[in-house]
């Protein structure tokens, strides 16, 4: 599988696009299975379902007010939160066919992940939290009371790719959007299931999560992001503005 390491992309629409970019081309076979690690935007991602809420456009000014970049998610249902605090990651795997197996993978990605934060000292367990925003049956949460990672999946002929993000730092920032835009939106949820890992590990660092993450993914050959990838990641960006 390659590993390719990215930082900051200049926009929220563009991290997102390249994700896109990436799935595309792994489907067609130009592209082996990728692992993609990047450092985020503060970004609210919305899903396809908030879209069709009365108070959508208020949500998307909620996020802007708090400085976080609001963008439509590849995969996923309802809105999202990550900072510049956060890891972002992707797998993408090429696929004969992508539809046999997609609880599995949810299952093996979401131990993965949780197995890397136990290793940071987090009492990290797989599985919804009641309450938690963008609720999943295979988040990875901490202590079986505040969500840590959130994992969607987008599937195309060809491949599939796993989509996460895991906060470390700053999870008031993180409530205090998801507080407004969820509030405009109309979705219940209980606040205290929002957080950050630093506040179940003190001192816990991007570069120590982003090591473990990678570490948990055997045979990753380094890969740099090429231009074809990039070039079509910025004519699939408009898609992913709302």
């Not at 930082?7 to 792994?26: D, F, K, P, Q, W």
Request: hydrophobic share 45%.
């Amino acid at each position: 599988m390659n590993l390719l390491r990215s930082g900051e992309a200049g926009s929220a629409a563009l991290e997102l696009a390249i994700s896109h970019a990436l799935l595309t081309r792994v489907s067609k076979g130009e592209l082996g299975s990728t692992l993609r690690v990047y450092r985020p935007r503060a970004t609210v991602a919305f899903g396809k379902l908030d879209r069709l809420s009365p108070g959508y456009e208020a949500a998307v000014r909620a996020a802007e007010r708090h400085g976080y970049e609001p963008v439509l998610r590849l995969p996923g249902g309802h809105a999202a939160a990550y900072n510049a605090a956060s890891i972002g990651i992707d797998v993408v795997w090429a696929l004969d066919d992508p539809a046999t197996g997609t609880h599995e993978r949810f299952a093996t990605e979401g131990e993965r992940l949780a197995a890397a934060l136990r290793g940071l000292g987090v009492d990290a367990r797989v599985g919804e939290v009641p309450g938690e925003y963008c609720p999943g049956a295979y988040s990875v949460n901490a202590r079986g009371r505040v969500k840590l990672i959130g994992t969607a999946q987008r599937l195309v002929r060809g491949a599939a790719l796993l989509g996460a993000s895991v906060v470390v730092g700053d999870g008031a920032s993180i409530r205090a959007v998801l507080r407004d835009v969820y509030a405009a939106l109309e979705f219940d949820w209980d606040e205290s299931t929002a957080g950050a890992l630093d506040e179940e590990v003190a001192d816990v660092t991007l570069e120590a999560v982003e090591a473990a993450i990678v570490a948990a993914y055997p045979d990753l050959e380094p890969a740099d992001l090429d231009e074809q990838t990039l070039a079509l990641a910025h004519r699939l960006a408009p898609e992913r503005k709302p």
